[in-house]
């Protein structure tokens, strides 16, 4: 019996997609209905024989990306559906980058849904070689591509083994050879799967294709010339077939009997990140010097972060990209260091209390650099993380200088007549004085006794006019203590005397 959970905040929908399972087959079992994917990510923690995930995206207190996101630190094989009533890009973009099974937009109709059933059924199936001849050639695809996701991911022994019986040989004394380019090249991967078959099978007849997170085909060559003369001309002319505009690019590897199929592949993505440095058509595998950590840059950007300066941070992370285009790091110190200014600019966010949702998109994009195509791009994204944290933290003291201000306006109306010592107003609001009185000066160009006088000033006018209380009455009312200083501030302010004022404006009543 196939396992199933549903995650969806709309119960409708919930109740709905299990009874479109239950109309398909009785092989499936609905073994979990979740409203969030907190509750679904605990289920799973305690079953993981679990088959299929089909979850909803937005849902208010753990969403389905942060669900998939959890999901795929440990396993990337098993299908996870989306079904989302938003079509919009970025969602699609995210899906491909967490190797969604499918994703499916509102309303689902019985009979889409039956087909994805189908496939997904099948997908189970495909470690059976025989089950290849009743299953088309996409399927098939995406099935290895997950395989190889998986076994890169966890380095199981029973993954790499199921993998190495699919491609039919072992990954030792093996070519790797891994072709990038950039987003238009990336947007369109799927369709030069055939021309690179053939390319493979014209050099020898062993060999299997992946594409590797939707961007980055890696090319399996079990061709013992180890000299790699061949793979490298070929691949050359392989490379002339592509539109320029594409910028496509090579990575080569040859595999040595001690490495894992986890360091050969990456000894392969270093190769062909070099692309970075030199924008080169094609990189072999060097063993690279060692690069020592930045560390006066990074203290700097500490320092930087530490006086909230936006201008200064900046030019602290160009400083750091400057650092990396002279030394040149191999893709795995490359990793190494984006990660840790990429943490030390984030801690910076999370020590003021700033939601994560403000960084939390290109932070996730820079824990894998084989999203990129350019150093630039890198740049560019570890730029927008510092904006973004320093944007919200703007907008944060906004809110607060906004609220604070509402506070303290709202406290002096309300207390008019009584013996306001402003120095308390900071205890009261539970701020510093001297930092709340620089606070609302500098928001409102006033200062908060400038404030508390014009309040009094203008609920003695609204005496003097529809009262016929005398003048020291009003002072008191109005909250000044002093009846000569009240007439003095008030025709100060005002320009006449409170008598005068309500001769000129009492009549009016």
């Known amino acids: 019996m196939n396992q199933v959970i549903i995650i969806d905040d709309e119960i409708q929908s919930r109740n709905g997609i299990a009874e479109i399972f239950k109309e398909h087959s009785p092989r499936w079992e609905i073994s979990g209905l979740f409203e969030d994917g907190g509750q679904a990510l605990e289920y799973l923690l305690n079953h993981p024989e679990t088959d299929l995930i089909v979850t909803d995206i937005r849902m208010p207190k753990f969403d389905g990306f942060r669900l998939i996101k959890e999901i795929r630190k440990t396993n990337c094989m098993i299908p996870i559906i989306i079904i989302s009533g938003y079509a919009e890009f970025s969602y699609a973009k995210r899906a491909v980058d967490y190797q969604v099974f499918r994703y499916v937009l509102k309303p689902i109709l019985p009979s889409e849904f039956d087909k994805i059933i189908t496939s997904v059924e099948h997908f189970f199936h495909l470690d059976d070689p025989l089950a290849r001849r009743n299953i088309a050639q996409s399927e098939y695809d995406q099935f290895m591509d997950l395989l190889f996701q998986e076994a890169l991911s966890t380095g199981k022994e029973e993954t790499i083994h199921m993998l190495e019986k699919q491609c039919g040989f072992s990954f030792q004394n093996t070519w790797f050879l891994l072709l990038g380019g950039n987003d238009s090249f990336q947007n369109q991967a ?20 992946f594409l590797f997170a939707h961007k980055i085909y890696c090319l399996l060559i079990k061709e013992g010339d180890s000299k ?19 910028n496509v690019h090579a990575g080569i590897y040859f595999s040595a009997q001690e490495d894992t199929l986890k360091s ?35 203290s700097s950007l500490q320092l930087c ?31 190494s260091w984006i990660d840790k200014f990429t943490l030390l ?21 820079l824990e894998f650099l084989y999203n990129y195509y350019n150093l630039e791009d890198i740049e560019s994204t570890l730029l927008s993380v510092t904006d973004h944290i320093f944007d919200a933290l703007l907008e944060q003291k ?21 013996n306001i010592i402003l120095a308390d107003l900071g205890e009261i609001l539970g701020i510093n004085y001297t930092s709340l009185s620089n606070l609302y000066s500098s928001a409102t160009g006033q200062t908060i006794i400038e404030y508390l006088t014009l309040l009094r000033i203008a609920r003695a006018k609204e005496l003097l006019i529809n009262t016929n209380k005398k003048i020291y009455e009003i002072c008191t009312e109005a909250g000044f203590t002093d009846t000569k200083y009240f007439i003095k501030r008030f025709r100060q302010i005002v320009g006449i005397t409170p008598k005068e004022y309500r001769k000129l404006y009492g009549s009016q009543r």
């Open 190 to 209: 799927d369709s030069y799967r055939p021309m690179l078959r053939h390319f493979a099978g014209g050099i020898y007849p062993e060999y299997h294709l």
């Open 228 to 246: 790699g003369n061949l793979i490298e001309k070929q691949t050359k002319k392989l490379l002339w077939k592509f539109d320029s505009t594409l």
């Open 264 to 298: 050969a592949f990456y000894n392969g993505i270093s190769a062909l990140k070099q692309f970075f440095y030199s924008q080169t058509p094609i990189h072999l595998y060097q063993d690279q010097t060692f690069c020592p950590f930045p560390y006066a840059l990074y």
């Open 305 to 335: 972060l530490d006086h909230g300066d936006l201008l200064d941070t900046r030019d602290a992370v160009y400083s750091f990209m400057d650092y990396i285009r002279d030394k040149q790091p191999p893709y795995h110190t490359l990793q």
């Open 345 to 365: 600019i984030v801690k910076y966010g999370n020590d003021q209390k700033l939601p994560s949702s403000c960084y939390i998109d290109d932070t996730e994009h």
């Open 398 to 418: 906004r809110n607060t200088s906004a609220y604070l201000i509402e506070q303290v306006q709202t406290y002096l109306s309300q207390h008019l007549k009584e």
